[in-house]
């Protein structure tokens, strides 16, 4: 997969990424044996040789996690207050940092990489990737409720895009809802289930695009391959477009 020169070299530490472009448009860049000056120039890091002033650009090689995150554990790389992160679970040399967020209360799939390109897509709305959680709330849950959520519900960020709602199971102390979204706000779900007046006690991603979290057991954690992420990265092709939201199934 092609990123632009100055994307690149800023992630390998060389400068801040408009430091780069300078570089670049200083004649100090060269790959595969050939000085380049165009800005937004195409480059597969793993495939080709980059230096600068004659120098070889170490590029370090994108590594893909799946982590079933306990509850307890911060979506972060590092925390002030000393809180666990989830990056503590991972044995990994390399700096990776979590992609989008499950709250501290939350538990699940969780992708963790050095991958910024990945990290964009999963996170970013207008990729529409699809998140699927499983979800237990306080209270039944009405069929008028369920329809507020799948057309969208109004929070203080806006109105929520259309979710679907694909099982639930209720009686009159609780209900279990399975729900995917192709958002990522903060605490979205929590929120839209706070706005129909029911308190979410128990919230789990289990599926992230084709990813499926499955048997895996909390705290587990598996290496993926570039393949395994392919769904998400495919969606930078210059010829794919965002689609419209997709329709609900009610």
Same mark, same amino acid.
């Given at each position: 997969?092609?990123?632009?020169?100055?994307?690149?070299?800023?992630?390998?530490?060389?400068?801040?990424?408009?430091?780069?472009?300078?570089?670049?448009?200083?004649?100090?860049?060269?790959?595969?044996?050939?000085?380049?000056?165009?800005?937004?120039?195409?480059?597969?890091?793993?495939?080709?040789?980059?230096?600068?002033?004659?120098?070889?650009?170490?590029?370090?090689?994108? *590594?893909?996690?799946?982590?079933?995150?306990?509850?307890?554990?911060?979506?972060?790389?590092?925390?002030?207050?000393?809180?666990?992160?989830?990056?503590? +679970?991972?044995?990994?040399?390399?700096?990776?940092?979590?992609?989008?967020?499950?709250?501290?209360?939350?538990?699940?799939?969780?992708? +963790?990489?050095?991958?910024?390109?990945?990290?964009? *897509?999963?996170?970013?709305?207008?990729?529409?990737?699809?998140?699927?959680?499983?979800?237990?709330?306080?209270?039944?849950?009405?069929?008028?409720?369920?329809?507020?959520?799948?057309?969208?519900?109004?929070?203080?960020?806006?109105?929520?895009?259309?979710?679907?709602?694909?099982?639930?199971?209720?009686? =009159?102390?609780?209900?279990?809802?399975?729900?995917?979204?192709?958002?990522?706000?903060?605490?979205? +779900?929590?929120?839209?289930?706070?706005?129909?007046?029911?308190?979410?006690?128990?919230?789990?991603?289990? =599926?992230?695009?084709?990813?499926?979290?499955?048997?895996?057991? *909390?705290?587990?954690?598996?290496?993926?391959?570039?393949?395994?992420?392919?769904?998400?990265? =495919?969606?930078?092709?210059?010829?794919?477009?965002?689609?419209?939201?997709?329709?609900?199934?009610?």
């Amino acid at each position: 997969m092609s990123e632009r020169l100055h994307k690149v070299l800023a992630h390998c530490g060389v400068a801040s990424r408009r430091r780069c472009e300078v570089l670049i448009e200083e004649g100090r860049v060269e790959v595969n044996g050939r000085v380049v000056t165009t800005l937004g120039t195409q480059v597969e890091p793993e495939v080709d040789e980059i230096r600068v002033d004659g120098e070889r650009v170490a590029v370090e090689r994108r *590594v893909y996690y799946l982590l079933n995150k306990p509850k307890g554990y911060l979506c972060t790389a590092k925390d002030d207050h000393g809180r666990p992160s989830v990056v503590e +679970l991972i044995r990994e040399e390399r700096r990776i940092y979590p992609v989008g967020r499950l709250d501290e209360n939350s538990e699940g799939l969780l992708l +963790l990489t050095n991958d910024g390109r990945l990290t964009n *897509v999963i996170s970013h709305p207008r990729y529409q990737v699809d998140k699927t959680y499983k979800l237990t709330v306080k209270g039944h849950i009405t069929r008028a409720q369920v329809h507020r959520i799948e057309r969208g519900v109004w929070l203080s960020d806006g109105k929520t895009a259309p979710a679907e709602v694909k099982r639930v199971t209720s009686n =009159a102390r609780s209900s279990n809802v399975t729900i995917t979204i192709w958002e990522g706000r903060n605490r979205e +779900l929590r929120r839209i289930f706070a706005k129909i007046e029911l308190k979410v006690s128990h919230l789990k991603r289990i =599926a992230v695009g084709p990813l499926k979290l499955g048997e895996m057991p *909390v705290g587990a954690y598996r290496r993926l391959q570039p393949r395994d992420v392919a769904f998400a990265l =495919a969606r930078l092709n210059p010829g794919w477009k965002p689609q419209k939201w997709r329709p609900t199934s009610r």
